[in-house]
């Protein structure tokens, strides 16, 4: 049964999406059966260039990613998630849906390489794009089928440490 995580922030444009890109990517690598999902409370409708630049230089694809909205998730036939990270403070702030199937739930805080002056952003991007995909190594290595709900919450807790 496939494990589908949901990560969240509040523009869907930059770091959901890296945790999506790299999530998936270490999923299909390691042969496990992850799906990851990436939305926003308030999606800006585009995805910023630098994080598809990060994501595309990785060897990602990522023509079929879009800027979204949780709500999306939340309709009848969505997927069930077993697991639903934040990666940006003001979305992990923010009142959440109620998500079917009451999914474990972490922080994960990355600072916003959108910040960061013209000139150094793709740096920035790349970095933020390792920085996640350790994580979302971490977490794709768990063994996720035979874990309780429990046990993946104490993991994901550990994991937001490294």
Known sequence: M???VLILCTHNSARSVLSEGMLNHW????????KGFSAGSAPSGRINPYALQA???AGIDTSAYRSKSWDEFVTDGA?????VITVCDSAAAEH???WPGSPVKVHWGYADPSNAP???K??????TRQAIGYRMLQ??????????NAELQQALDAISKS
């Not at 999923?27 to 992850?34: F, P, S, V, W």
């Not at 793709?122 to 970095?127: M, V």
């Not at 977490?139 to 309780?148: D, K, N």
């Open 2 to 4: 496939t494990t589908n």
């Open 118 to 120: 013209e000139a150094d």
């Open 55 to 57: 994501l595309g230089e």
């Open 27 to 34: 999923a299909q690598r390691l042969g496990k059966d992850i």
């Open 96 to 98: 959440c849906p109620y």
């Open 79 to 83: 997927p069930e998630m077993r697991v």
């Open 139 to 148: 977490l794709a290595q768990l063994p996720l089928e035979t874990m309780t």
């Open 122 to 127: 793709p740096q920035a991007f790349e970095l």
